[in-house]
Each structure stands twice: as C-alpha cells, then as structure tokens.
C-alpha cells in the first residue's frame, strides 16, 4: 500500500518553544491531509483538515493560531505546534487521502507513524 | 453522545479464540464503515472496510455492518497472539472528503 512519512517520530521540547511536525504521502499525491491527535488509550481526535493550497479546516475547540498548518505541495503537510506547553504533549498523527485507493469517492486514507511529543 | 462508540477494553483471549469487536453509532448518514488496526506508537492500518449495509470477508476477518441497529462488528477467527493491537472502528458519510469519525478503539491481547 500507499506509503506516508511522519517526521520526527518523537520530540522532546521546552515549555515556550514551537515544533514543527512534517508529514509526507511518499508515493501518491495527496490533496487533502488530516491531522489527529491522540492521547492515551483514547481515539484518533480529528483536529484539522489540510488541502493543498488553501487554508486549512479546523475542527471545533482546535486552536487554528495555536497549531499551525501549511499544505505547501502535494506530497507535504506541517503541522506546527507554536508556543508549546506541557498540556500538548501528545501523540500527533497524520493521515494523507488517496484518490486511486480501495475505497469509493472517498478515497483510502493512509497514515503516518505519528510523532509523539512531550513538552516538558 | 459521542457519534461512534467502541468498548475499549482490553479484552484478552486464548490462541486460536473467536474474537468479536463492535462499534455502535448514532449518525444515520454514515456509509462507509472501516476497521483500523495499531500497534503500539504506530500509526493505524487500514484492516476492512464496508459500504452501507452487510458483511465482508477476508481471511480470518469478517466485518459486519447493520445500518438498522447502528451497529458495526469485526470478528476474528483462530486469533493469533500477532492480532494483538487496538482495534479501531471508523465511519464516514458521503461526501465529506474523507473525513473520519474513531471509535475510542478496542485493546486486544490473544495470548499464546
């Protein structure tokens, strides 16, 4: 299946500091990306809705200033999480949609590795 | 009311059990119905997926969808101590670009 890379896999920040968390479909184009997040022992929570050269779509409660996405080509979306505190640590994962999947008008969505971030 | 809810255990079985995963759900516009499966710190997998209403095979997995009770199920035959994972159940209606609703996600251990 369709391959997307999720870079850093985990990273270790100060309180105050911003993170950029990158997320590439390797070998498909992908014009709408999604951002989750995800704490322990609970559900992928949808937090925005990245397409590929607009702004992107956030979730309701989802700090649009707060975490900053960039959907600059088709292959890459970022995810920066600016003036982090220790309530964001978490796991972030990113799904990217692929068109030419298995599933039917709405594409298959293929996801990342995800990036655990702890915020200390 | 959450939109989907999924029991998250954790349910532990034997080597070789059945095992039954279901996922209930109040929004009657969903269609697309799927499973994902994550191990540990990995990112989810896409196992099965289901358009509208009934069943589907694959191997050792079976997914069942009954629109009219709002209720999902995945089974898993002659479990193996490698299908421990979290199973998560997914839905979405048409045309919301791919946008997915989770289950909370289900923790399963099969135990050699």
């Known amino acids: 299946g369709a391959v997307v890379s999720q870079h850093p896999s985990w990273v270790i920040c100060k309180s105050g500091t911003s993170v950029k968390i990158e997320c590439r479909s390797l070998?498909?184009?992908?014009?709408?990306m999604f951002w989750y997040r995800q704490f322990p022992k609970q559900s992928l929570m949808l937090m925005a809705t990245s397409n590929e050269g607009s702004k992107a779509t956030y979730e309701q409660g989802v700090e649009k200033d707060k975490f900053l996405i960039n959907h600059a080509s088709l292959t890459l979306s970022t995810l920066t999480v600016t003036s982090a505190h220790p309530e964001d640590s978490s796991f972030y994962i990113c799904?990217?949609?692929?068109?030419?999947?298995?599933?039917?008008?709405?594409?298959?969505?293929?996801f990342g590795e995800g990036s655990r971030l702890t915020v200390l | 009311q959450k939109e989907v809810e999924q029991d998250p255990g954790p349910l532990s079985v034997p080597e070789g059990a059945i095992v039954s995963l279901n996922c209930t759900y109040s929004?009657?516009?969903?269609?697309?119905f799927m499973w994902y499966r994550q191990y540990s710190r990995k990112g989810p997998e896409l196992l099965m997926y289901?358009?509208?209403?009934g069943n589907k095979e694959d191997g050792r997995f079976t997914a069942q969808v009954d629109k009219s009770s709002k209720y999902i199920s995945l089974f898993i035959r002659d479990s193996q101590p490698s299908d421990s994972a979290t199973y998560l159940c997914a839905m979405s209606a048409n045309n919301q670009g791919g946008k997915l609703i989770f289950g909370q996600g289900t923790e399963l251990s099969v135990k050699p």
């Open positions: 799904s990217a949609r692929d068109l030419a999947g298995v599933l039917p008008d709405t594409g298959e969505l293929f």
């Open positions: 929004n009657s516009a969903f269609q697309y």
């Open positions: 070998d498909f184009q992908a014009t709408t």
């Open positions: 289901t358009y509208s209403s």
